[in-house]
């Protein structure tokens, strides 16, 4: 079975400083792991996608994440948070794929000006 | 823009109603799943249809059901509606033989009073 949990539920930076939002996965096999964006009153826009080929990801709007199997982590970075970052984030997991997605609880962002 | 539309965009049902959610997906997708995501919290797996055959259902009760249709659109209905029914419903489509990735769309908000 797969689960997620996202360590923080809140996190707020300040605009220009870096964003690090963390996931940490359960997979009794090789996960595919994926970041989606939720901004108010809208769906879910994919961020980036890990489906077990280089170990670091680029996504959309600066974000990256690097997968570490030895830590089952994927924790989503951008160097630099701009005013339009601020929404909520969520780390998901799927066995394989076409499976179903199993989503974190997600964590909002806030970044002040 | 996903190209994955939702309608009706909110409803209001009562306590015991039955409600009927669609979505409208792109030519090709042939996987769409839906989720439910409570305020708050990270959207919950309902179930996935494939060709129009549920291939995967999460841990909901049967009286959430769904159907697939040839054009590409589907359908989620929910019976003997409760008030923790209230929620957004979101629904997410594949294409086939692409490479891994769910389109969402907008979603739908339930209140149920």
């Known amino acids: 079975a797969q689960s997620v949990t996202q360590l923080g539920s809140h996190v707020s930076v300040s605009e220009g400083a870096l964003v690090l939002l963390r996931c940490n996965y359960s997979?009794?096999?090789?996960?595919?792991l994926f970041w989606y964006v939720q901004y108010p009153n809208q769906g879910l826009q994919l961020l980036l996608k890990?489906?077990?080929?280089?170990?670091l990801v680029k996504g959309i709007n600066g974000f990256e994440a690097e997968f570490k199997k030895s830590e089952t982590s994927f924790h989503l970075t951008k160097p630099s948070a701009h005013m339009s970052d601020a929404a909520e984030y969520f780390c998901?997991?799927?066995?394989?794929?076409?499976?179903?997605?199993?989503f974190g609880p997600g964590t909002s962002l806030s970044v002040i000006p | 823009e996903t190209g994955v539309t939702q309608s009706p965009t909110h409803l209001i049902k009562t306590r015991g109603q039955q409600v009927t959610l669609r979505c409208s997906s792109q030519?090709?997708?042939?996987?769409v799943s839906w989720y439910q995501q409570a305020l708050g919290q990270g959207p919950q797996f309902i179930f996935q249809?494939?060709?129009?055959?549920?291939?995967g259902r999460g841990n909901f009760p049967p009286r959430f059901s769904g159907l697939q249709f040839p054009n590409y659109s589907s359908e989620l209905n929910v019976n003997a509606l409760e008030l923790d029914d209230s929620a957004l419903y979101l629904c997410?489509?594949?294409?086939?033989?692409?490479?891994?990735?769910?389109?969402f769309g907008p979603g739908t908000r339930l209140t149920v009073t």
């Open positions: 997979s009794s096999v090789p996960p595919y």
């Open positions: 997410a489509s594949t294409l086939e033989g692409g490479v891994y990735e769910q389109y």
């Open positions: 998901a997991v799927s066995a394989r794929s076409h499976d179903k997605v199993i």
């Open positions: 030519s090709g997708h042939n996987t």
């Open positions: 890990y489906t077990s080929a280089a170990t």
């Open positions: 249809y494939y060709r129009e055959e549920e291939n």
